[in-house]
């Protein structure tokens, strides 16, 4: 947008008056920032209002993406970035005697996701908008997000994430749009002419309320929607007779029971109350979704029939399975029309996105549940389970009552989310091309055997502009002085940056970038945890959850590994290095929070043990989201990515990594073998046990992980060290850790892979010493990272998936 330094400060001047009614050298950075914030919204609000008239008066196709979790982070200085307004924003405040720095510094993260999974949400949010695809997203607001990690006595301890303590400068609420979700209750059945009608009867309404945040596409006036729903009491009352007689308690009991399903993120499902608030989150967001997809579809007036031709409805993973349902529900009991029309409809509006294999993550809800909970819904599964068994015997002739079952939504008493998702869809897409192939060929093949056509990769990607722009200036510089900055909008073009691989100056001022980017770390970590770094060190990082297929402890068995060799010989002449852990637990996963303490424990003798002379250090950075992530990834040399083969479905974070100039240590997972096929073998670190392998022991059971500890004198120390060694705790406070890599048989094969992983770090280590040759690799994983671009995977999405034309708009502000 155009807009000159005068204009901005007068516009900013007035703002500050009318939104504090003070001077503006009286005002907090809080109340600097909330203005700019509501200036900034009023920019974008122009573009929103129209972006949203004209998908109305042109008919154009709509994308719903529906998901549980959005890690959006930040927005304001993105949406700076995208007006092109940034420089001139932040010259004005700079006259007023103001660092930008300051502001945006005050935003909070918006946390309402866990990991991977919510952060390729947002991303693909950001770049729907951005390449002028008509796609919004659909999800929950949650009051106190997923949880804020602190680190305690070196545990995680979990607490409420206040994200919206100091309220949220972006988001509309919309009490017009409200809509009513309806839970419990029973069904009546009557006639209704030659129509069998079904009514829900004596249900619980809870009234759903969106919250509308604007997202901005770059440099192009597209403003989608975010739409994220919060749960309210149907009239926002309380129970006045009950409260008169001073039960103050019980007089708020039913508003808040209502509140309580928008609270948090995942709240643990141990238990069954808490198994139940995850059914009722799941159906809040889906059926508010849904409805509010009709009403806004209703406006257009083209009739029913030609829903499909106008919404693609996207679920990632199968939190909002219950889509298929609520879609046919409307259809049959609102809309009147035959099963058969209603399934059409509903599967050719779905599509759905696998995000994991492992058997915990894939959904399955107790049936008595579901049918005590949403009666109409479960009846409407049950039906489409009958039709689809109906099929399995007449249409694809399977008989065999093993193989049927393989196959049933409904099995063993349980609800399973992921059939429900697969059956109900016209696409099912892996996250990256092996993770596809592990799903057509063993995960989900019985799936894949009937609808072969159903199935397709689209491999995850990032919001290149955010890993640049956002969270590495002076990178995005040095690339814009070198290639220009068509990279912004057509990241491929990153490759022209492979010319430079020989010229010296420049490997000079790419390392002396990350350089100064580790010493900004290193400043951070010394400022929140005390810890002093040696920038000039190796600055090695794993951030992502803590699970233990992602191997943290793979990791920090090494660095235990390698603290012994420095022990034994203190001149050993080894790089100085720095191992940076971030990313939080499931408040439930006991061995992941063990693995935590682990960390920190290790750390803590370490940091502090004069004699290494500081060639080894280990920092856990609490609080793992997208704002650390920022100041984390540009410092990073090695981006850890050591997964079990077959169990990371794609990974996000490698790519993050890769683009902001680190070299990968990976196993042959996810997506890493696709940046390896980007950036040639030479620019990668491979180590560990291929897919093939880790089948080939799952399917053999001849993997004994016992012997492997007797045989290998470095490993037996380090695992002997976690129960009877040097650490600082209670001598039974690691057994757990050390029982799954013994007792259980290592079921992500640590032992098996260890050896390779300490020869791909030795390696490592080696080629660090030669500035010009890590140099090399660093520039050729950036200039091949622009394939990873989330602009590129939803083009895919958009092309083959949604059928959805691109709108450009060229409005003016
Ligand atoms: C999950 C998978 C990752 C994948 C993301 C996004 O991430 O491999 O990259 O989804 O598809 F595990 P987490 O939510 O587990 O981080």
Redesign the pocket.
């Known amino acids: 947008m155009k807009l000159t330094i005068a204009e901005f400060k007068q516009d900013y001047i007035a703002q500050i008056k009318s939104s504090t009614a003070r001077q503006i050298n009286e005002t907090t950075a809080l109340e600097r920032y909330t203005a700019l914030g509501e200036m900034v919204k009023e920019y974008i609000g122009n573009l929103w209002a129209n972006t949203n008239s004209t998908y109305r008066t042109e008919q154009v196709k709509q994308i719903y993406y529906f998901s549980m979790e959005f890690l959006t982070g930040k927005f304001m200085e993105n949406n700076l970035n995208y007006l092109g307004i940034y420089e001139i924003v932040k010259d004005g405040l700079r006259s007023l005697d103001i660092d930008i720095d300051d502001i945006l510094e005050v935003e909070v993260d918006q946390g309402l996701g866990?990991?991977?999974?919510?952060r390729?949400a947002a991303g693909f949010l950001d770049a729907m908008s951005s390449i002028s695809i008509p796609g919004h997203g659909c999800g929950i607001r949650y009051k106190n997000g997923l949880f804020e990690q602190r680190i305690i006595d070196g545990y995680q301890v979990e607490f409420p994430d206040r994200w919206l303590v100091n309220n949220n400068v972006w988001e509309y609420k919309r009490n017009n749009k409200a809509v009513i979700v309806k839970y419990n209750g029973h069904v009546e059945t009557h006639m209704d002419g030659e129509r069998l009608k079904f009514e829900l009867v004596n249900y619980d309404a809870v009234r759903a309320v969106p919250y509308d945040t604007p997202i901005l596409g770059f440099e192009n006036n597209t403003v989608n929607t975010l739409r994220l729903w919060s749960a309210e009491e149907i009239d926002d009352i309380f129970d006045f007779e009950n409260f008169s007689k001073g039960n103050y308690l019980s007089a708020f009991e039913k508003k808040h029971s209502v509140e309580i399903i928008t609270q948090i993120l995942y709240p643990n499902d141990a238990y069954d109350e808490g198994k139940l608030l995850r059914l009722k989150q799941e159906y809040f967001f889906v059926s508010a979704g849904i409805q509010s997809i009709f009403n806004t579809y209703k406006k257009m007036n083209v009739g029913i029939n030609r829903f499909a031709e106008f919404v693609a409805i996207h679920i990632n993973d199968t939190h909002p399975a219950l889509a298929i349902p609520e879609l046919m529900r409307i259809l049959l009991d609102e809309e009147e029309m035959t099963w058969e029309e209603a399934w059409k409809i509903t599967t050719q509006c779905i599509s759905y996105t696998n995000?994991?294999i492992m058997a915990e993550a894939l959904e399955k809800w107790p049936l008595y549940m579901l049918r005590d909970l949403l009666p109409r819904i479960t009846m409407i599964i049950e039906e489409i389970e009958r039709r689809f068994t109906e099929d399995l015997i007449n249409v694809y002739h399977i008989t065999d009552p093993n193989h049927l079952s393989a196959m049933h939504i409904i099995y063993d008493g349980m609800v399973r989310m992921a059939h429900l998702s697969i059956i109900g869809s016209h696409s099912i897409n892996g996250?990256a091309k092996l993770h596809t192939e592990i799903l057509k060929n063993k995960e989900l093949k019985v799936f894949y055997d009937i609808y072969p056509e159903r199935f397709n990769n689209k491999t995850?990607g990032i919001m290149h502009r955010h890993w640049l722009l956002n969270a590495n200036p002076g990178l995005t510089k040095l690339i814009g002085d070198t290639i220009g900055d068509g990279f912004k909008k057509n990241p491929r073009v990153l490759r022209d940056l492979l010319k430079y691989r020989d010229d010296k100056s420049f490997l000079d001022d790419l390392f002396e970038i990350k350089h100064q980017n580790k010493e900004n770390l290193a400043k951070y970590i010394k400022d929140k945890q005390g810890i002093v770094v040696d920038p000039y060190a190796i600055f090695d990082m794993q951030a992502?959850?803590i699970h233990e297929y992602k191997r943290q402890h793979l990791n920090i068995l090494h660095v235990m590994h390698l603290y012994r060799q420095l022990k034994e010989n203190p001149n050993l002449d080894i790089p100085p290095r720095v191992f940076v852990f971030a990313g939080k637990s499931a408040p439930s996963y006991y061995v992941a929070k063990q693995i935590i303490k682990l960390i920190n424990t290790v750390g803590s003798v370490i940091n502090n043990d004069k004699s290494i002379k500081d060639k080894l250090k280990v920092v856990f950075l609490p609080n793992y989201g997208v704002s650390l992530a920022s100041h984390m990834i540009p410092a990073a040399d090695v981006s850890e990515q050591i997964s079990t083969a077959s169990k990371?479905?794609?990974?996000?974070g490698n790519m993050k990594f890769m683009m902001n100039g680190a070299v990968t240590l990976a196993t042959l997972d996810?997506a890493n073998v696709e940046i390896m096929n980007e950036v040639g073998e030479s620019n990668i670190i491979l180590f560990g046990l291929k897919v093939e392998e880790v089948y080939d022991y799952y399917q053999n059971g001849h993997y004994n992980a016992y012997e492997i500890y007797n045989n290998s004198p470095d490993l037996k120390a380090v695992i002997d060290e976690l129960v009877n060694g040097y650490l600082p705790v209670p001598k039974d406070e690691f057994i757990p850790i050390a029982d799954r890599l013994l007792r259980f048989n290592d079921e992500f094969f640590i032992l098996k892979d260890f050896e390779s992983y300490r020869l791909a770090q030795e390696r490592i280590a080696e080629i660090y010493r030669d500035k010009y040759q890590w140099s090399k690799m660093s520039l050729a994983n950036i200039a091949c990272s622009g394939a990873f671009s989330a602009d590129y995977t939803i083009e895919r999405y958009a092309t083959s998936i949604w059928n959805v034309q691109k709108k450009l708009l060229d409005f003016k502000l």
């Open positions: 866990n990991g991977g999974l919510g390729l995000h994991t996250v995850n992502k959850r990371e479905a794609s990974g996000t996810g």
